[in-house]
């Protein structure tokens, strides 16, 4: 049977196989805007085995997988879940094992949402009195907010996600909550809102996945993939986790569309060609914050009170972002094509409206530009490069996805550190809107 492109092009197998057509193509010498030096790969390796090692021992089974919830940093969600059982064992009838698994995936949902780049100045001041930024000033923030109940629209009910309540969001109030403000600036702070009233949008739309009692929120897909389970079997398969994941399609900005169907994180890549009529041979699909929703999600199931299990995570990608591409970057086995190096640099320079900034500024590019998307696809690729080599090297068996935590992501933020001292960033800055990185 034919699968329609459409339908292809949402489907987690298809980011691993366009990625590998961008990939061919730079084996062939046809990328347009990065040279590769794969001598470099031990290098990369090197870093990230020696970044895992440190961080783990010898015992890696201690390896969590790669999930926001290793965000949240201390002991903040053990103690949420503690505060929970004990008002289980109070009111077992409000919150049951099932209700605890739903507010775990309400809080793990929007903050995955809330989670794209949010500038290299922000930070957040957490109730402890320390400032943390990036991904895990944003998770703490996004902890915050859930606790104090500004995503419930049930003032008795603070903790937990629902439609209504995401409606009455305003810029101002997730401003508030992120403690933007003028020498807080935050990137992409309209982005995060918009994506936000457009999840209580989409849940209406999908209550197959979403309502249960009158009530849409994150947490009832809970109910729908236990649905899919055997009475024999707490089994949950990746395949249905990705359907509910991929009917949000409609609350990410409508890039490209095929036959009316907005593809989300899809874009063309301009070393691909349209061959033999096919109209959409040029497109490469990502779903970055999908997967990285999914991987998410999956570690939320896998740790509530439901004992649950997923399978069938193998055929997922490790995830196109700056950190895991970054380092390939820093190492110097991706190198930006000088012209495009300088278009970069110009561009950053205008940013800051100064043609004469300092060339320790890093090329900067919209997160829609064709060089991108090359670059995210060369990253998918070589992060399977790195999980076959690292696997070799430490006579391991590994997951991606424990790849990913324990050792690409963190070799990329250190090696940034050790290059850009002053501000961190990555070797290549994006624009972001809020819904890429």
């Known amino acids: 049977m034919t699968i329609l492109p459409q339908d292809y092009l949402r489907t987690l197998g298809a980011v691993r196989d366009r990625c590998y057509k961008v990939y061919e193509q730079g084996k062939k010498g046809q990328l347009v805007y990065f040279d590769i030096d794969e001598s470099k790969l031990g290098a990369v390796v090197d870093q990230v085995e020696e970044v895992t090692r440190r961080r783990f021992g010898s015992d890696l089974t201690k390896i969590p997988p790669h999930s926001r919830l290793n965000h949240f940093g201390g002991d903040r969600l053990s103690n949420l879940q503690h505060q929970w059982q004990q008002q289980q064992q109070t009111n077992p009838d409000s919150l049951n094992d099932l209700e605890r698994t739903r507010r775990f995936i ?34 703490i923030a996004s902890l915050d907010m859930f606790l104090d109940g500004v995503f419930s629209s049930d003032p008795t009910v603070k903790d937990r996600v629902d439609a209504q309540g995401l409606k009455q969001l305003s810029v101002e109030r997730i ?30 739309q999908q209550s197959e996945y979403f309502e ?22 707490k089994t949950i398969k990746v395949e249905d986790i990705w359907q509910v994941v991929m009917s949000l399609a409609s609350m990410w900005p409508a890039r490209v569309t095929i036959e009316g169907v907005p593809l989300g994180d899809v874009w063309p890549c301009t070393c691909l060609e349209n061959k033999d009529g096919q109209q959409y041979d040029n497109l490469v699909p990502f779903h970055k914050l ?43 086995l991706l190198t930006l094509k000088p012209e495009h190096l300088k278009r970069g640099l110009d561009y950053a320079r205008a940013e800051l409206g100064d043609e004469n900034a300092s060339d320790d500024i890093e090329p900067l590019f919209d ?43 963190t070799a990329g933020r250190e090696i940034a550190a050790k290059l850009r001292p002053v501000t961190g960033g990555p070797p290549i800055a994006i624009k972001s809107d809020g819904t890429i990185f």
């Open 106 to 139: 309400d809080l793990v949902m929007v903050s995955v949402l809330v989670d794209a780049g949010a500038g290299q100045t922000w930070a957040y001041t957490t109730r402890q009195g320390e400032r943390v930024g990036r991904s895990e000033g944003l998770a």
């Open 175 to 204: 401003a508030q909550g992120f403690q933007v403000s003028a020498s807080n600036p935050m990137a992409g702070i309209d982005g995060r809102s918009n994506l936000l009233k457009s999840l209580a949008d989409v849940m209406e």
């Open 212 to 233: 249960h009692n009158g009530t849409h929120r994150p947490g009832n897909l809970v109910d729908y993939l236990l649905s899919k389970t055997t009475k024999d079997s």
């Open 290 to 332: 999908s997967q990285w929703l999914t991987y998410s999600l999956i570690d939320a199931l896998q740790q509530s009170p439901l004992d649950v299990k997923v399978e069938g995570m193998e055929v997922m990608t490790g995830l196109p972002e700056y950190r895991n591409g970054g380092v390939l970057v820093d190492h110097g």
């Open 367 to 409: 997160g829609s530009d064709p060089l991108i998307v090359e670059w995210r696809a060369l990253t998918v690729v070589y992060l399977d490069h790195v999980h076959r080599a690292l696997e070799k090297s430490m006579n391991q068996s590994l997951s991606l996805t424990q790849v990913l935590e324990a050792g690409t992501w």
